[in-house]
């Protein structure tokens, strides 16, 4: 009887393993369209009980190379004391093709204390191959051409394209959204494992949502692999109403405020 115990529970692990599942969402033609022009997201930033800045996320419209565009912009900056201690204005940038859901170019500027830095990436996805330049103070401008993997994404795109095709009731508890992303001048497998349905008060109401937690790398700011949390909206508009940061030096909470423009 109890072998038999034993190998049941082994082959309903087993079960539950191959139940559990890695995918890549598919491209060119969104499941959904759970954002557009005009959408704007306003975030508090506290670092435990002391609110140390603020965030938006904000999409526009806009053409490059005759291709209609979302321009995405993603911000953040430290306000009240935190702003006079260590002064941060960062922004993310991704120009997505309307059509494809793939990026044309994206863009970081990044302003921390003294620290400066910039970068542009233009992807051509028909050729494999990107372009990027590089800004750093007091450093001469760098600017290289090199091969990309295939459907790659700029972080910012990633999430706004899982937005429109991943986060939804397919998935089940274990499963992991792939993309793969050049951020940091690299390129950067990210994994992102769903965890469930919580739900949680917003600044909308309360509204059940999709908990994914990103896959971070240990050793830089996280204690670990599982440090990073966020909660989408389980409705239409796929909104981040929740994003937590458990790093080294404390946790960071980002909370939705204010929400204009929302498409559903």
Not at 21 to 29: A, C, E, G, I, S
Not at 33 to 55: D, M, N, R, W
Not at 139 to 166: G, Q, S
């Amino acid at each position: 009887m109890k072998r038999l115990t034993i190998a049941l529970a082994a082959l309903s692990m087993t079960v539950a393993a191959q139940a559990q599942k890695t995918f890549r969402p598919q491209y060119d033609t969104a499941r959904t369209e759970a954002f557009g022009p005009g959408e704007t997201l306003t975030y508090s930033v506290k670092y435990g009980f002391i609110k140390g800045g603020e965030g938006t996320f904000s999409v526009r419209d806009t053409i490059i190379d005759g291709r209609k565009v979302n321009h995405i912009v993603c911000g953040g900056r430290t306000t009240g004391v935190a702003d006079m201690v260590y002064r941060v204005r960062d922004s993310y940038e991704s120009y997505m093709d309307a059509a494809t859901q793939l990026p044309v170019m994206s863009k970081r500027n990044i302003a921390e204390g003294r620290y400066r830095y910039n970068d542009q990436v233009v992807y051509d996805h028909q050729e494999g191959r990107m372009s990027k330049t590089v800004r750093r103070r007091n450093k001469p401008v760098e600017n290289k051409t090199e091969e990309m993997p295939d459907r790659i994404m700029d972080i910012v795109a990633a999430f706004y394209h899982a937005r429109n095709n991943a986060f939804d009731d397919r998935l089940t508890p274990g499963d992991t959204i792939f993309y793969e992303t050049f951020f940091s001048n690299e390129v950067f497998p990210l994994n992102i494992r769903y965890k469930g349905k919580e739900m949680v008060k917003t600044v909308l109401g309360p509204r059940m949502c999709y908990k994914f937690a990103p896959v971070t790398e240990k050793g830089r700011s996280f204690e670990g692999d599982d440090n990073m949390h966020l909660w989408i909206t389980a409705d239409a508009n796929r909104v981040p109403v929740k994003i937590k940061f458990d790093m080294k030096v404390g946790s960071f909470v980002f909370e939705l405020t204010k929400a204009e423009g929302l498409k559903h």
